[in-house]
C-alpha cells in the first residue's frame, strides 16, 4: 500500500538557520510529490511539487526540495529559517490519477 | 477567482444530528476529494469522485456519505453525527490535464470546515 511517513513529529531551529524536513514514502512508481505548509487555523498551502525532470525542485518562500529514487524520499530544504516559517508543514505523494495520500505533518517551532 | 469555496466553515451539532457539507469548485476540475484533519494524524482521505456521477471510498469511509450530481459540487454527508467525527474537514479538487500553471494531479485545497459533535 502508498505510503508516506515524516520521521518528525516535531522540529526546532533557530531563527536563521537551516532547515531540513525529511519524508519518505513508499510508491511502486515514480509518484508526484508535493509539499504543503499550513499555519495555525489556515488552510494548505502549496510550497512546491515535483512530477519530473529536474530532481531538484524551487518552490515559494524559499523553500526547495530534492526527489532521491535510491532513498524514496523528498526531504525539504531552507537555508536560513525566518520566525513567519513556524507552521506544520505535510508532504504528499500521488500516483496519476489518484488521491492524494499525506504524512502525518512535522510541526516547526522557530526560536529567536 | 473563488476556486474551492466550502460551507458551512463552523458547525457544532449533536450527536446523532444529520448534516451536509458542501464544496464547490469553479475550475472545471473533474476530481473531487474529502479529507479530515486531526491533531497527529495528517489529511486522511474520507471519499473522493473521478468524475460527476461517481463516487470512491478513500482511507476513512466509515459514517459518512457523498454525492457528486453536478461536476463544479461534491457532497459529504453525515447521517448520525458522532463525537469521534469532530474534525476539520477540507475539500480539493485538481484536474486531469495540465493547465497553466497546474499539472494533473495537483490539488487545490478549500479553506476547511470545522465540525464539532457534542
Known amino acids: 500500500a502508498q505510503s508516506v511517513t515524516q520521521p518528525d513529529i516535531h522540529i526546532t531551529v533557530s531563527e536563521g538557520a537551516s532547515l531540513e524536513l525529511r519524508c519518505n514514502y513508499s510508491?511502486?512508481?515514480?509518484?508526484?510529490l508535493f509539499w504543503y505548509v499550513q499555519s495555525p487555523g489556515q488552510g494548505l498551502q502549496l510550497l512546491l511539487k515535483y512530477f519530473s525532470g529536474d530532481t531538484l525542485v524551487q518552490g515559494i518562500k524559499g523553500f526547495e526540495a530534492e526527489f532521491k529514487r535510491s532513498q524514496s524520499s523528498f526531504n525539504l530544504r531552507k537555508p536560513s529559517v525566518h520566525w513567519s516559517d513556524a507552521a506544520e508543514y505535510f508532504c504528499?505523494?500521488?500516483?496519476?490519477?489518484?488521491?492524494?495520500?499525506f504524512g502525518k505533518g512535522t510541526t516547526l517551532s522557530v526560536s529567536s | 477567482n473563488a476556486g474551492v469555496t466550502q460551507t458551512p466553515k463552523f458547525r457544532v451539532l449533536k450527536t446523532g444530528q444529520s448534516m451536509t457539507l458542501l464544496c464547490a469548485q469553479d475550475m472545471n476540475h473533474e476530481y473531487m476529494y474529502w479529507y479530515r484533519q486531526d491533531p497527529g494524524m495528517g489529511l486522511r482521505l474520507i471519499h473522493y469522485?473521478?468524475?460527476?456521477?461517481?463516487?470512491a471510498k478513500g482511507e476513512v469511509p466509515d459514517g459518512y456519505n457523498v454525492s457528486r450530481l453536478k461536476k463544479q459540487n461534491f457532497l459529504l454527508g453525515l447521517e448520525s453525527a458522532a463525537p469521534s467525527q469532530t474534525s476539520v474537514y477540507f475539500c480539493a479538487s485538481s484536474s486531469t490535464r495540465t493547465s497553466g500553471g497546474a499539472r494533473s494531479g495537483e490539488l487545490f485545497f478549500g479553506e476547511g470546515s470545522r465540525l464539532t459533535v457534542l
Open positions: 510508491y511502486g512508481a515514480t509518484p508526484y
Open positions: 469522485s473521478v468524475g460527476e456521477g461517481t463516487t
Open positions: 504528499a505523494v500521488a500516483e496519476a490519477g489518484t488521491a492524494l495520500i
